[in-house]
């Protein structure tokens, strides 16, 4: 593993990076018991410290980091100003703890080595979270994204094979191996336009059938496997990232005001950020929600089980959609962004449990739009059918009085379900 402490980040500190400290302050704080708690692009939006079971120390050790990141404090000053103050109300060497299931365990607290491990993965992450949102506002001026690799002894082989290849900002690839990577990756992208290629003599690659899914153990302890991504680098070799590091730390945080965008280019962005790991995770973080919460209420009703998953839910969306201007002067809204939020999922789960919606499903949001056989218009709603195989579905989309476009069901269905939507609705397609 790369030592933590050897980090490059002086580049992170010639200017103030303001959007990286937007990026990292904007973090809910989240409390658990292991790293993978808040596995991927989760952790993203909730800063977390493995076995940081108590407010108060969380609390401590972000605004220790939340100060490094904003002033360019060094290593040395940040455990000089954190170690009194974790020793102190005793989050420090090994301890025999108790966690949320009654499991006793030895593990280890606070300590130099874990304190280089917090400065150096979220300093570093945040940065790159910060630089992707400036890099996705400038792709008019610079599409061509290059990964670039710290050339060393303790870079890792495949990062180094990885080194100057260049792909559209759009390519897949970004959804799961923009850097970091892996525990003390120092990797990170540069930006370039098309003159630069042209200059440079650069290829533009395409991931298309390259990209590779796997398992990875995440719990020596409980055996779990979480899915990864890695790419073909060629000759039988694969990059894989670590576990728990298959996302973009930046996607999966910001997501760039597509209002701004032509209507193909923001469908384009968002067709590829839903086949990718993101989404997949938001899928299926409520579904394990769900399941857990009937797992412990059997028998509750559809209603009763949506409240007691209520509290595992965050107002967290995802855009799964663009819809066509002549649509969004139908729905009489100036956003093109059809939005998923956690709550609807969940109770899409719940109500249709004898025949779920798949994520796969869900990925085809963006397909169900644009090849509906029927499109009816019901006061604020936008209800379109289509098939799919010898399935028809029901999609369901709301205007929300702010002038959003959020999706409220999205479901199998029967023909009567359809005829009985024509009957009672502006019909704009279909309708036969």
């Known amino acids: 593993m790369t030592n ?5 980040l002086g580049y992170a500190f010639t200017l103030a990076p303001a959007k990286a400290v937007e990026y990292f302050r904007s973090k809910g704080h989240r409390i658990s018991w292991n790293w993978y708690d808040t596995y991927q692009e989760a952790n993203a939006k909730a800063f977390t410290v493995a076995k940081a079971v108590r407010l108060d120390v969380l609390q401590d050790i972000r605004g220790a980091v939340d100060g490094a990141i904003a002033n360019g404090t060094t290593f040395t000053d940040f455990k ?35 304190l280089k491990t917090i400065y150096g993965t979220n300093l570093q992450t945040t940065y790159m979270a910060g630089r992707w949102k400036g890099m996705v506002e400038n792709t008019s001026e610079r599409p061509y994204w290059q990964y670039i690799a710290i050339d060393d002894g303790a870079t890792r082989q495949a990062h180094r094979k990885l080194h100057k290849r260049v792909f559209r900002w759009d390519d897949p690839i970004w959804q799961s191996l923009y850097p970091p990577n892996d525990w003390g990756c120092r990797c990170r992208v540069r930006a370039l336009t098309a003159k630069q290629v042209e200059q440079k003599g650069l290829t533009v690659e395409s991931s298309d059938g390259k990209l590779r899914e796997s398992l990875a153990l995440v719990s020596k302890r409980s055996g779990e496997l979480q899915p990864i991504t890695g790419f073909d680098l060629g000759g039988g070799e694969l990059f894989k990232p670590g576990a728990g590091w298959s996302y973009n730390p930046g996607a999966a945080h910001w997501q760039p005001d597509l209002d701004n965008y032509p209507y193909a280019t923001a ?15 938001f899928y299926r973080r409520i579904d394990r929600a769900v399941n857990a ?34 649509l969004q002067a139908v729905m009489a809204v100036q956003t093109n962004q059809v939005l998923l939020s956690q709550d ?6 719940i109500n249709r449990a004898g025949q779920p919606v798949s994520l796969a499903s869900y990925r ?12 009816i218009q019901t006061a604020r709603n936008l209800t379109f059918y289509h098939t799919d195989g010898d399935r028809l579905f029901r999609l369901v989309l709301k205007r929300t009085q702010p002038g959003e476009l959020f999706v409220v069901s999205y479901h199998p269905a029967r023909a ?17």
């Open 4 to 8: 933590i402490s050897a980090i490059n």
């Open 293 to 326: 919460t009937v797992k412990v209420n059997p028998g509750l009703s559809p209603a009763l089980l949506l409240n007691a998953v209520a509290p595992r839910l965050s107002k967290e969306w995802m855009p799964v959609a663009s819809l066509a201007p002549n």
């Open 80 to 114: 000089k100003d954190l170690e009194p103050t974790l020793r102190n109300k005793g989050w420090w060497g090994k301890q025999i703890v108790v966690d949320s299931q009654g499991v006793a365990e030895q593990v280890q607290l606070g300590s130099v080595r874990r």
């Open 416 to 432: 009567g379900t359809r005829k009985a939507d024509i009957k009672k609705g502006k019909v704009l397609r279909g309708g036969n």
């Open 364 to 375: 085809q949001i963006q397909h169900a739009i644009n090849n509906a056989t029927d499109i």
């Open 267 to 281: 469908k384009q962005y968002i067709e590829g950020a839903v086949s990718g790991p993101p989404f997949e995770d």
């Open 344 to 349: 609807t999922l969940a109770k899409q789960l």
